[in-house]
């Protein structure tokens, strides 16, 4: 049973680009999280995703998206990337039957933004 | 403004020996508090929670204590063990969002 999932492992992009990190939730999990976590920070919560829909979000601006596929794997875009930007990417996730306090994390995706 | 505060970066603890970490916050309305354990490279895995209607929780060598009234938490480890070393992440939960402290990097010593 594959747990969560995340791609790419590291991405080096500059200043001003567009990035998409990707997520597969736990075996029967249909709810994603996403955290940013900078070096020497703890996980800072992102949004959560739930059928498709954003539920909850977090103090980020707009430029941070995402999106939630059928399959219950997501997607998260940030746009017109900052320096402050580059951290860990974190995504978690539960489901049905679990509490939602008790998320699986994925290993995360690295992202420098030069 | 930090919510959740670790105020140990880091911890040496001898093998065998009692690991406590400690965890503060500052909202009454956290309801639920949770402990995960970071590897490096690998994603924060949860260890051990405890609801804000209890004062102690306990998993095998994981202790959890809760006051309240101090708005601390706590987590003990005995016997600490080698494999114990990682960065330890307190949270806490109210209104479906979890908000996580800093975190404290725990070195369990030979």
């Known amino acids: 049973d594959a747990g969560v999932t995340q791609s790419p492992t590291h991405l080096i992009k500059t200043r001003g680009q567009q990035v998409t990190l990707r997520c597969s939730p736990k075996?029967?999990?249909?709810?994603v999280s996403w955290y940013q976590q900078a070096l020497g920070q703890g996980p800072q919560f992102i949004f959560q995703y739930y059928e498709e829909e954003e539920r909850q979000r977090g103090n980020f601006p707009d430029r941070f998206s995402g999106h939630q596929f059928p399959n219950y794997s997501s997607e998260l875009n940030v746009n017109a990337l900052l320096l402050g930007d580059s951290a860990l990417y974190l995504c978690a996730s539960s489901g049905e039957g679990t509490s939602p306090y008790t998320q699986y994390f994925g290993p995360g995706t690295r992202l420098t933004v030069l | 403004d930090q919510q959740v505060k670790q105020n140990s970066p880091s911890l040496r603890v001898q093998e065998g020996r009692i690991s406590i970490l400690n965890c503060d916050y500052t909202n009454s309305m956290f309801d639920y508090f949770l402990w995960y354990k970071k590897y490096p490279a690998e994603g924060p895995t949860f260890l051990i929670s405890i609801s804000s209607i209890k004062d102690k929780n306990e998993d095998g060598r994981f202790t959890v204590f809760l006051n309240k009234s101090a708005k601390h938490l706590s987590l003990h480890i005995v016997p600490s063990q080698p494999g114990d070393s990682a960065v330890y992440f307190c949270a806490a939960s109210g209104d479906d969002k979890i908000i996580f402290g800093k975190g404290t990097r725990l070195h369990i010593l030979p």
């Open positions: 075996s029967g999990h249909d709810t």
